[in-house]
């Protein structure tokens, strides 16, 4: 780990440290030459004694370094300095597209294929000089603060794939094509899969295959049919599934074979959403896995690459690059019917003849069901049967609702229920249900453990209910923080499903009096990274304090930072207070001013305060922005401070039943002079349970109801709700 303050090549100052990989670690330095920030990627010290791997490292880098285009994080400088392999590239400011997708659960359609299309130009630009990515995936996709997206990690992901496959594997295995995984020869088509599984996230919010070891998930590309996308996303527009279908083939054959192809498609997509224009290769139904075979893999690996792309393009490629990629498709009716759903269980389409011969069957079939129902009608009512005086009536008649005079019934709650248990409850409520597949959950195995409405809404009779059926308690890996900041550790663990107590301590020294770990870094956790624990369990991170220098140190200057390289900056206090101030001078997110000041001296253990900029939002609009208008509306102040004064609730909240670790927003409902009126409390957040309230109700209103949800794919349900108490405050 290279020091703040180091001077690589007499001429890039070391500032900080801003990110870490598997095989190298992110700085953000100056270039005294030129006097520009720029971002040095270090090679970690595991891979600086295989010279093989050095040659190979800087070969490509430099080939890197060639590269010029905009959706390209261009490469400045390769080097080495006594032992210290670097690559200099343009520092970008933003986050990743992994970092984007967590943050919004999934990305909406046209945000989704516009990133698609610029990935796809920077990577087009890569494969016309010769060079592929293989290491395609949302952690090397930056998307930067003006919205532009790059694609980075050039040079080093071919140099790890040609000589240490297992450090690529182990990172990327989500992303890696069947070829890859396989160990065997790649080439741009692996980065078009990587791209299809990418573009899959984006849209779902989840990566098709998934499993508890490398090795599980390496199989499952070379082995498994990956659910479609419109099964996690039901709104998505059939051509960009096709899409997404055509770049994920198992065989190379079947995939795009430029990436020209798919820009070409995906702009398509956004013109005509619902067309179907992806032309995805004819095979035989039964063969739902293909397997390359030695011989194949032999003659892919003989076939001259086609670097030249200078040819010339096809005329409709051509039209449609030159269609802007924002053209709203929202006007367009949905042609898709009974397609997408016989396709969602057979991925790849038949030739014309074919199909035509599949209408004709299908449609003798319903013409034969049809007949055969209308005999059965006709012998019940000769029989009495059916209709007449010994008709047997659906019991929900026999006591009619108002409810029903607007065929509208009440969703019951399949939790806990066995399926045959919950084939009954939608029965008797004139529902229908549908086994989505199974989860992790800590519901017991075998019983359903979500369900896509929640019980209690009304719908419309004959809805099809979702859901999912518990597998048991999953056991998930501690992942590792190594080298991370307090922020980027705390959200790996979160995003793991663990629930993350942070305590700060002082680090150990080394033989030279440095910190083992710098203030604000990951020290360890407990349990240890490494180790297995169930999904939902709380994991202690603990965040070095650096150096203890007593109770008198020099403050550091962060006015100007960002929030969270201030706080990692302050690492060394046990407790940093974030204050928001509205600003039209700073720009969001930025420090405007700290307490103490900088380059005083004060005690660590006290607390520090830090003002971040909010923009021009006001501080509490901000915070609630988010928030629906017509369900959660903030109480008016009279009726919170009036002459009752203040009510408050400070009750402890148990664990939810089929809690599962996830983001949690609380809501109260209050009824304020004869009102009904929300309030939310908590937005977003992680609650550690039992979880001890402290509310301001309503102003002498005793009593309030406060519903409880949890953010499962992208969408927060309803887990229960608790009737609560309030008091005056003394």
Not at 121 to 133: D, F, K, Q, T
Not at 337 to 354: A, G, P, T
Request: charge should be negative; charged fraction near 25%; aromatic fraction near 6%.
């Amino acid at each position: 780990m290279l020091k703040t303050g180091m001077i690589i090549a007499e001429r890039y100052e070391i500032l900080g440290k801003i990110g870490t990989g598997g095989m190298a670690d992110v700085y953000k330095a100056k270039d005294h030459k030129l006097n520009r920030f720029v971002a040095v990627k270090v090679l970690k010290p595991e891979f600086r004694e295989d010279t093989t791997f050095i040659r190979k490292f800087r070969s490509e880098a430099q080939a890197a370094a060639g590269l010029t285009h905009p959706n390209i994080v261009n490469v400045f400088d390769v080097g080495d300095d006594e032992g210290v392999y670097y690559i200099v590239m343009e520092l970008i400011e933003g986050i990743t597209l992994k970092e984007y997708i967590s943050k919004k659960g999934k990305l909406s359609i046209k945000e989704a294929t516009s990133i698609a299309i610029q990935v796809s130009m920077g990577l087009e630009s890569a494969h016309s000089h010769g060079i592929v990515h293989r290491d395609v995936k949302p952690q090397n996709i930056i998307i930067s603060t003006d919205g532009k997206v790059k694609v980075t990690d050039f040079g080093i992901a071919r140099a790890a794939s040609s000589n240490t496959i297992s450090s690529n594997v182990m990172g990327s295995v989500h992303y890696s094509s069947p070829e890859q995984v396989r160990g065997g020869y790649s080439d741009e088509k692996s980065d078009i899969y990587s791209l299809g599984i990418t573009l899959y996230e984006m849209v779902t919010g989840r990566v098709p295959f998934d499993g508890d070891t490398t090795v599980a998930i390496a199989i499952k590309h070379l082995q498994e049919e990956m659910v479609p996308p419109s099964v996690y996303t039901e709104d998505l527009p059939y051509s960009l599934e096709q899409i997404i279908l055509k770049c994920t083939q198992k065989s190379v054959g079947r995939r795009y074979d430029r990436m020209e192809e798919v820009i070409a498609d995906l702009k398509h997509s956004l013109i005509e959403p619902q067309g179907d224009f992806v032309m995805l290769t004819t095979v035989d139904n039964e063969a739902k896995t293909v397997v390359i075979s030695d011989a194949e893999l032999g003659e892919i690996k003989h076939t001259p690459k086609q670097n030249n792309r200078s040819t010339q393009k096809k005329p409709e490629v051509a039209q449609l690059e030159e269609e802007s990629y924002d053209t709203d498709y929202d006007d367009y009716e949905d042609r898709v019917d009974d397609r997408r759903s016989s396709e969602r269980n057979s991925y790849h389409k038949s030739d014309r003849r074919r199909s035509l011969g599949r209408i004709i069957t299908i449609l003798a079939l319903v013409i034969g069901a049809a007949a055969l129902i209308a005999v059965i009608f006709v012998l019940g009512k000769a029989s009495g049967l059916i209709g007449g005086e010994g008709e047997q009536k659906p019991q929900q008649q026999e006591q009619p609702t108002e409810q029903e005079d607007d065929n509208l019934v009440e969703v019951p709650s399949l939790f806990g229920k066995t399926e045959a248990e919950a084939n009954e409850l939608a029965r008797a409520a004139n529902l229908g249900i549908q086994m989505m597949g199974e989860k992790a959950s800590d519901q017991e195995k075998g019983r359903i453990c979500e369900q896509d409405i929640p019980a209690g809404t009304m719908v419309e009779a004959y809805t099809t209910l979702k859901f999912y059926v518990s597998k048991g308690v999953q056991q998930v890996t501690v992942p590792d923080t190594d080298g991370r900041t307090g922020i980027e550790a705390q959200q790996i663990l979160e995003d793991a499903g663990f629930v993350v107590n942070v305590q700060k301590v002082y680090s150990d020294l080394d033989d030279n009096g440095y910190p083992l770990v710098n203030p604000g870094y990951a020290y360890y956790t407990t349990p240890e990274s490494g180790t297995t624990a169930k999904s939902g369990d709380t994991i202690t991170l603990v965040v070095s304090r650096g150096v203890d220098y007593g109770d008198s140190v020099e403050v550091p200057d962060v006015v100007g930072w960002s929030k969270n390289d201030a706080i990692t900056t302050l690492g060394k206090w046990i407790d940093i207070d974030v204050v928001e101030q509205r600003s039209t001078d700073v720009p969001e997110g930025e420090v405007i001013s700290q307490n103490p000041e900088q380059y005083s001296y004060a005690n660590p253990d006290e607390t520090m305060t830090i003002t971040v900029s909010c923009g021009d939002k006001d501080p509490a609009a901000a915070q609630t922005e988010t928030q629906p208008q017509d369900t959660a509306q903030t109480a008016p102040a009279e009726t919170t401070t009036g002459a009752d004064g203040i009510w408050k609730c400070t009750q402890s909240l148990d664990t939810p039943e089929g809690y599962q670790g996830g983001a949690v927003r609380l809501e109260l409902i209050q009824t304020v002079n004869g009102q009904p009126t929300a309030t939310q409390i908590v937005d977003n957040q992680v609650l550690t349970f039992p979880y001890q309230l402290n509310i301001t109700g309503a102003s002498g209103v005793g009593t309030g109801e406060l519903y409880l949800y949890e953010q499962v794919n992208g969408e927060y349900r309803e887990l229960g709700h608790y009737n609560i108490t309030f008091e005056k405050a003394e």
